[in-house]
């Protein structure tokens, strides 16, 4: 063989292997695959809080995130399906909604690892990790806050759908708001919701910015100046009207993300959010699952956990009266300690 044929086979040789070095490594990178809820990914607050921990676990641990939206409910199975195919690490999806969707094809499918954000399944099921957070412990917090800072005596909160992950907030708010009445001698009202009754103001969607203006005048006009919308990107036709009719008629309490940063046009009608930091339970999950410590079952944010928590007052820092954010981190502390209960 001459020399000119011999150096073009080990060029060959040499190029093959490193095309199929560059496969490899290609086809090894762990993947984590969201599927979101059809609030979109953009949302302002919930699938959007969830996608940035996938986007963290790209930067902090080197997976490949990849992404599905929602438009309908009828998309949850065809895009969990979707991912199942492209042989994902690990699949997420996010929202109670897609709790049936989920558990049908982790149970077809046991060799792959599911965690669903807002969901949790009893019994466990083994491959799948349950995301769920204690949000009425920070709402409790809200709801001291609006007692204390209203102005009418009277407050209101709505939700997108009557779910457990939607409610959960508004009974934090309320026994919060009772919280606050019972240490005050106060006669703070809460429209909007009931828990003890479970009946309240829902607009049964999670995108139409029309129903938070609507939901939000209607509260406002029976005397509400202080409203927790929790309904996703809804609440954010609620922050338009605060905008229009001035934070002294109207003030909106954001959820699931700081919303004085994730809706900067209108962030100086927040007086705080309640957070879900459905981001760092995503990281934990993927992180789990990338170190081979993955198992079905639960993790739960708390206050203690840093898994919830109440957002800055930024715009209404220096008109929250001190002694009213130390009765908050007070109680906080409480909660943790176990010596205050949020559960009426």
């Known amino acids: 063989m001459n020399k000119t044929l011999i150096r073009t086979t080990l060029a060959a040789v040499a190029t093959t292997a490193l095309v199929a070095g560059l496969s490899a490594t290609a086809a090894s990178a762990f993947s984590a695959c969201q599927v979101t809820d059809t609030g979109g990914v953009d949302d302002k607050g919930f699938n959007e809080t969830a996608w940035k921990g996938v986007q963290d676990a790209e930067k902090d641990l080197g997976i490949e995130g990849k992404l599905l939206e929602s438009k309908a409910e009828t998309d949850y199975e065809p895009n969990i399906n979707s991912f199942i195919s492209q042989n994902c690490d690990i699949i997420v999806t996010v929202g109670f909604l897609l709790g049936e969707a989920t558990k049908e094809a982790a149970e077809a499918n046991p060799d792959v690892k599911f965690s669903i954000v807002d969901f949790a399944y009893d019994p466990t099921i083994p491959n799948v990790l349950g995301q769920v957070y204690a949000t009425d412990e920070a709402a409790f917090l809200a709801g001291y806050l609006a007692a204390g800072m209203s102005k009418t005596g009277v407050v209101g909160t709505f939700g997108g759908i009557n779910i457990p992950p939607v409610t959960i907030f508004m009974d934090g708010f309320y ?97 705080t959010s309640v957070l879900k930091r459905m981001d760092a339970t995503v990281v934990e999950a993927i992180k789990q699952a990338q170190d081979g410590t993955f198992e079905g079952g639960v993790i739960v944010g708390t206050l203690e956990n840093n898994g919830v928590g109440l957002a800055p007052y930024h715009d209404f820092e220096a008109t929250i009266p ?22 009426g």
Do not use: C
Not at 322 to 341: F, N, R, V, W
């Open 175 to 271: 026994r919060g708001v009772d919280y606050y009445n019972e240490k005050k001698g106060a006669e703070v009202v809460v429209l909007g919701w009931d828990p003890d009754s479970g009946e309240g103001l829902f607009t049964n969607n999670f995108d139409s910015l029309d129903d938070g203006r609507a939901f939000a005048k209607n509260l406002n006009d029976e005397g509400a100046d202080i409203v927790m919308p929790v309904a996703g990107p809804v609440g954010l036709g609620s922050a338009a009207l605060a905008d229009e009719i001035g934070t002294e008629n109207l003030a909106i309490i954001g959820v699931d993300a700081d919303q004085y940063l994730t809706d900067p046009e209108k962030k100086h009608v927040y007086l």
């Open 322 to 343: 001190d002694e009213l954010k130390k009765e908050i981190d007070e109680i906080g502390a409480g909660i943790m300690a176990g010596e205050i209960s949020v559960k």
